[in-house]
């Protein structure tokens, strides 16, 4: 059986390094390189992402494709890209949805999500535990091709920066399509608990999920998830 064919959904904006330390992180701890695709979606007026030297240093990676576009936030450059891939990238099992403030921990990382999908299919979202959040909250996304194509999103296009991996969760308990590990293969860098230091982008998107999302999440919840589903006919 060949092994399932992974997609790293990696979004990044203005950081640089950080950006290059996550891809360090993808490849240096992935067991099977050749079964893994990195979708990587910048901003077209990044100029610390979008310049030649950084283009040529992203192409010694293997397996990777790099879109420049136009984002109106954090969850629409997430969301962006996935209608345009090119055939060997969209042909993916299960997607992983990375950030550049997040990094694999543990070598194999790859070969720990298969082993769950395999136990599983692919309309499962898969949580790992988050040692911050203690396991009350996974926030990094990973689901099989078959939960993504049931919504057809990573995360739903109405939230901005937060509170919609809490939904995603919501719906995936509902569903009976949850599944927690217990264990951890990454570790989310937030400067909410102290990993890295606040900038200026990291305040907007906070006061922004609290002032904007937070509301928006609260309103489907009181609503209830049943409600919310219906649009997917589910």
């Known amino acids: ?8 959904n990696y979004t990044t904006r203005g950081r640089k390094d950080r950006f290059f330390d996550g891809m360090e992180s993808i490849y240096n701890n992935c067991a099977k390189p050749e079964h893994m695709r990195v979708l990587i979606s910048c901003d077209l007026d990044d100029t610390e992402m979008n310049n030649p030297d950084v283009v040529k240093r992203i192409a010694e990676y293997q397996n990777t494709y790099l879109i420049f576009g136009t984002s109106t936030g954090k969850i629409n450059a997430i969301n962006r890209d996935l209608d345009i891939l090119p055939d060997d990238f969209a042909d993916y099992d299960v997607l992983v949805n ?11 990382w790859d070969e720990y999500i298969r082993t769950d999908f395999n136990q599983l299919d692919l309309s499962y979202y898969v949580a790992y535990l988050d040692t911050d959040t ?7 996304f990973i689901a099989g091709k078959d939960w993504i194509n049931m919504f057809g999103w990573i995360y739903d296009p109405q939230f901005f920066s937060l ?11 509902y569903l009976g399509k949850y599944h927690y590990t217990g264990y951890t293969i990454y570790q989310h860098l937030l ?14 998107q906070q006061e922004l999920g609290y002032s904007v999302d937070m509301v928006t999440y609260n309103q489907i919840i009181a609503k209830g998830i049943p409600e919310y589903l219906k649009q997917f006919n589910l």
């Open 1 to 8: 059986m060949q092994p399932l064919k992974l997609l790293v």
């Open 98 to 108: 990375f950030s550049d403030d997040q990094r694999f921990m543990v070598w194999g």
């Open 134 to 140: 203690g396991g009350s909250l996974s926030t990094m």
């Open 163 to 173: 509170f919609c991996d809490n939904l995603v969760e919501d719906c995936a308990k």
């Open 191 to 204: 400067p909410a608990f102290g990993h890295l230091p606040e900038d200026k982008m990291w305040r907007e």
